[in-house]
T-cell receptor, first 117, second 112 residues
Framework: GAVVSQHPSWVICKSGTSVKIECRSLDFQATTMFWYRQFPKQSLMLMATSNEGSKATYEQGVEKDKFLINHASLTLSTLTVTSAHPEDSSFYIC?????????????FGPGTRLTVL | EDKVVQSPLSLVVHEGDTVTLNCSYEVTNFRSLLWYKQEKKAPTFLFMLTSSGIEKKSGRLSSILDKKELFSILNITATQTGDSAVYLCAAKRPSSGDKLTFGTGTRLAVRP
């Protein structure tokens, strides 16, 4: 199956700093990637849709200036958590699927656990 | 607002038992329903269901969709301790890249 990687797998940072998380599709091209956040014992919440070559679309309630998304190539999307605070501590997961549209499943990256002190 | 609800929220069974996990949905322009298994990290794909009444099987796992009643079930027979995980269902909506709306998940614990 298609492989999606994320880097880093975990990160600890101080409050007020910015953290960048990378999501890569290793063996396929993805015009669209998705970013999710998962708090402990809760489900995945879609944060935004990352579109290659255009602006990301954010779900209601997600601050676009705080969670900057860049999808500069067909295999890489980045999520930058700016001025991180302890409440941003969470598990961030990206996903992609090999074809734009169609009826194919999304493949998930292994996730990045962010802890903000 | 789109909604996906799973039940039960958690379940404890013994090895060898059969379990049925439920997922109901209210999603505008529904396209398909997906089941994922999540252990410690990211979800792994189990099934995608698009047509009503057609059972999909993979080993001891099977799933079916009812588009009239807006629900799906995931069955696991002869459970093993390795089946312990959170099982997530998600409804796919047609949009740029097909967004997924996830349910709350069912946490399954299989005791030896």
């Amino acid at each position: 199956g298609a492989v999606v990687s994320q880097h880093p797998s975990w990160v600890i940072c101080k409050s007020g700093t910015s953290v960048k998380i990378e999501c890569r599709s290793l063996d396929f091209q993805a015009t669209t990637m998705f970013w999710y956040r998962q708090f402990p014992k809760q489900s995945l919440m879609l944060m935004a849709t990352s579109n290659e070559g255009s602006k990301a679309t954010y779900e209601q309630g997600v601050e676009k200036d705080k969670f900057l998304i860049n999808h500069a190539s067909l295999t890489l999307s980045t999520l930058t958590v700016t001025s991180a605070h302890p409440e941003d501590s969470s598990f961030y997961i990206c996903s992609a699927h090999p074809f734009s549209g169609g009826n194919n499943e999304q493949f998930f990256g292994p996730g990045t656990r962010l802890t903000v002190l | 607002e789109d909604k996906v609800v799973q039940s039960p929220l958690s379940l404890v069974v013994h090895e060898g038992d059969t379990v049925t996990l439920n997922c109901s949905y209210e999603v505008t322009n529904f396209r398909s329903l997906l089941w994922y298994k999540q252990e410690k990290k990211a979800p792994t794909f189990l099934f995608m269901l698009t047509s009503s009444g057609i059972e999909k099987k993979s080993g001891r796992l099977s799933s079916i969709l009812d588009k009239k009643e807006l629900f799906s079930i995931l069955n696991i027979t002869a459970t093993q301790t390795g089946d312990s995980a959170v099982y997530l269902c998600a409804a796919k909506r047609p949009s740029s890249g097909d967004k997924l709306t996830f349910g709350t998940g069912t946490r399954l614990a299989v005791r030896p």
